[in-house]
C-alpha cells in the first residue's frame, strides 16, 4: 500500500513538472539545433523517404519514426506526448 502511494506520488510530481514547464515555455514556429534534424527525419520518414540528417541524429530514429507513424501532421504534439509517457517510465520501474 506505502509503495503504491509513493509511486502514486511520484508520478503527479513528474506530471505537475512536465505541465508547469509546457504552460513557462511558449511554443515557436522556429526549429533549431538538435530538434531541426528530428523534425527533419520525422517528415522524411512520413513521407516515405530515406532519412537523412547530420551526425549523431541520424543514428537515433526510434523516436521520429514514432511519431512519423502516429503524429505525422503535428510533430510537436508527437515529441511532446512521448516525452511525457517517457518521463513516467522510470518512476514506474
Known amino acids: 500500500m506505502k509503495a503504491s502511494v509513493v509511486l502514486l506520488l511520484a508520478c503527479v510530481i513528474v506530471a505537475g513538472f512536465t ?6 515555455q ?4 522556429v526549429v533549431v539545433w538538435d530538434a ?8 522524411q520518414l512520413a513521407a516515405g523517404v530515406r532519412p537523412y540528417a547530420e551526425s549523431p541524429y541520424v543514428f ?5 519514426w514514432l511519431v512519423s ?3 505525422a501532421a503535428d510533430p ?5 506526448l512521448i516525452n511525457f509517457v517517457s518521463a513516467f517510465a522510470p518512476a514506474i520501474l
Open 69 to 71: 507513424r502516429h503524429w
Open 19 to 24: 505541465l508547469l514547464s509546457r504552460l513557462l
Open 36 to 43: 531541426g534534424q528530428y523534425y527533419t527525419m520525422t517528415t
Open 76 to 80: 510537436a504534439r508527437g515529441f511532446f
Open 26 to 29: 511558449a511554443p515557436t514556429s
Open 60 to 64: 537515433r530514429v526510434g523516436v521520429p
